[in-house]
């Protein structure tokens, strides 16, 4: 048996014997949306120190816990903190509570984050359907030996956010009268905020938004057969012409003034979703 599939097993029991929720949807938190995991009915938060092969974040406004329960009647497991690449964690880190979601039967997975805007049509405060992404990062976590069981050697990626879903959050933000803006998110590795040549040289490669997270766990997402849906909170223009020097507080900002509308969109995803087999253009919102 690999050592991965065994780690998995090891985290998968543990996880089983704190809760008896069996997830069907997983949530990844971004910056400023940790709030939601409180939302939960039914809840059980585990600390990821507590559990098993589990890294722990160090990111300010990133609370560190799996939180188990039901949103909108749905069974869900929410990661309330990220792991990131610029933390010194391998690929390999950084996504696997995406593979320890998949083995607790997680079908859908929901990756929110906060990003910087480089399409000039976008402002501080947007929403942004992922619909594709650039991976700048300089690595891959399906790096390595493959283990056959989780996914294949050679995984496609040209639905990696499932484009049928896609249109179902426009609906649905739609419904809620929540604008919100398509795009290609560019995921860079960080720490660093880009400069303004990096940034010129990313929109031209076809980017719309910019940011640290999201690109590894949606590889291994799609490579484990997970439906994705990505949605970003814009927090601030990256624009090369017009940079201004950002901080981390700033971002955290814009992403507690964004909450309500991301929360209550999230909530009608999670609430409307009626699950993996049935044809989404059908679907009413």
Same mark, same amino acid.
Request: hydrophobic share 45%; glycine share 16%.
């Given at each position: 048996m690999g050592q991965l599939i065994q780690q998995l097993e090891e985290t998968g029991k543990y996880l089983k014997s704190q809760t008896s929720i069996t997830p069907k949807i997983g949530l990844i938190l971004g910056s400023g949306l940790g709030e939601l995991a409180e939302q939960l009915e039914e809840s059980v938060a585990v600390a990821y120190e507590d559990i098993p092969h589990f890294p722990v974040s160090t990111v300010?406004?990133?609370?560190?816990?799996?939180?188990?329960?039901?949103?909108?009647?749905?069974?869900?497991?929410?990661? /309330?903190?990220?792991f990131h690449y610029y933390e010194g964690y391998s690929m /390999?880190?950084?996504?696997?509570?995406?593979?320890?979601?998949?083995?607790?039967?997680v079908e859908l997975l929901i990756v929110t984050n906060a990003c910087g805007g480089m399409n000039p049509t976008f402002q501080a405060g947007d929403l942004m359907i992922i619909r594709d992404h650039l991976n700048m990062t300089g690595a891959n976590p399906l790096i390595g030996t493959n283990e056959s069981s989780l996914g294949p050697r050679f995984p496609d990626m040209s639905r990696a956010y499932t484009p049928e879903l896609a249109e179902f959050v426009k609906r649905t933000a739609a419904s809620l009268g929540i604008d919100v803006k398509e795009g290609v998110y560019a995921g860079i590795s960080g720490p660093t905020y880009m400069t303004p040549a990096e940034l010129k040289m990313l929109r031209l490669l076809g980017g719309d938004a910019v940011g640290m997270s999201t690109v590894p766990e949606v590889i291994v997402a799609s490579h484990a057969g997970m439906k994705v849906i990505g949605i970003s909170c814009v927090t601030d223009m990256a624009i090369g012409e017009e940079l201004e020097p950002l901080t981390h507080e700033q971002v955290i900002e814009v992403a507690n003034r964004t909450k309500p509308r991301f929360i209550s969109l999230v909530r009608a995803i999670v609430g409307r979703f009626p699950g993996i087999g049935f044809t989404l253009s059908k679907h009413k919102t």
């Open positions: 300010e406004g990133h609370a560190g816990q799996l939180v188990f329960g039901r949103l909108e009647g749905k069974p869900v497991v929410a990661m /309330q903190g990220r /390999q880190a950084v996504t696997y509570p995406v593979r320890v979601m998949k083995a607790l039967g």
